[in-house]
Structures are given as C-alpha cells and as structure tokens.
C-alpha cells in the first residue's frame, strides 16, 4: 500500500481550458488526458458551465463541498453535495453543470470503457474499524477528516493505493472521517 499525499499532486488545466483540475493518479503514468486507462483528479469549479467531452470514458463525479445540479446526456438533471451519492454517468454525452450557492469541490473518476470498469463508495467513520478491499486496484482517498490507516497518519485529500488484490485495513479515525472508496478492475 501507498500513501499519495496532496501537497505532491500535480494541478493540470481542465481539457476544455474553463478551470484547473489536481490530478491524483493516472493510469499508465503521466498518460495525457487522451491515453490514460483511469484517471482519478479533485476539482475547484467556480463557475457553472460545460464539461470537457471524453471520448470512451466512463465517470463518476463526487461532490466534496458545495452544491451543483448536474445534466448528463439525456438523463434527468441531479442534485450534487456532500450528502449525495457518487453520480456516474458516461464522459461522452453532453453534461453540463449549474452551481447552486458557489464554487464547488469535487472529486473525479475516469475509466476507459472497455478496458477498464470502476466503482465508487462513499464511507464514513467515527470509530476503530477494519474494512476489506477487494480484487482489483483500490483507492481509498480521504474526503475529509483525518485518521491512522495500518499505522500511517493520513489527512484529507491524502489517497492510499492498494494494487495487489484483496486485503484488510485498519482505520482508526483522528477526527470524523469521509473516504470514498474507489475500485478499478480490467474488464
């Protein structure tokens, strides 16, 4: 397991040139925004407006503060905030957020169709617990809070990354801990 600390992310510009995006990690490494297999990024959105069009990828946005309404596709618009769920929905249709009541946070995940599927989680603790991960890659990011996770002190918008299947951990929160939890599988 590895720690990916915020303070090393690199902000990059959004596809569309409206905003900056701080990517996490990206499959194969430093891939461009044309050749990555799975992206994961947090976002400061301080303007409504168009999202950038990805040809063959799926998404799943999760919003870490603030509120927007969403309209992805066809789909009937949503409302995102923190209390939402994590929304998918494909990077190829037309979508389009309006903020609600200013800037907005959120995190970001980005898979090939085809290639590659994930799925996203949003947990929440308070106390000691033991969570298993499951096959595939997994990603733990820490939406807020901060706690120990198998004995290393993490902080919010800090991501663990675990790529060798299945395996237990320990989190024993600091403070009330948000994580979402992202798995990635070959498909």
Request: a negative charge; glycine letters at 10%.
């Amino acid at each position: 397991m590895r720690i990916i600390r915020h303070a090393d992310c690199r902000p990059m510009p959004w596809k569309n040139g409206g905003g900056v995006t701080t990517e996490i990690m990206a499959w194969p490494p430093a891939a461009g925004l044309d050749a990555f297999d799975w992206r994961i990024s947090m976002a400061q959105v301080a303007s409504g407006g168009p999202f950038s069009v990805f040809a063959g990828i799926d998404r799943t946005l999760t919003v870490l503060a603030g509120t927007m309404r969403l309209a992805a596709g066809d789909a009937e618009p949503v409302a995102l905030s923190p209390l939402s769920q994590p929304y998918a929905f494909p990077g190829d249709v037309d979508t389009e957020a309006r903020l609600i009541d200013g800037p907005v946070l959120d995190f970001n995940v980005m898979t090939r169709r085809g290639r590659v599927s994930h799925a996203v989680e949003r947990l929440s603790f308070s106390e000691p617990t033991e969570i298993v991960l499951g096959e595939g890659i997994s990603l733990i990011f820490v939406a807020s809070g901060a706690a120990r996770m198998d004995g290393e002190a993490v902080a919010a918008f800090d991501t663990l990354y675990q790529d060798d299947g299945t395996a237990r951990l320990k989190i024993e929160p600091t403070a009330p801990l948000s994580l979402l939890l992202v798995t990635i599988r070959l498909t």
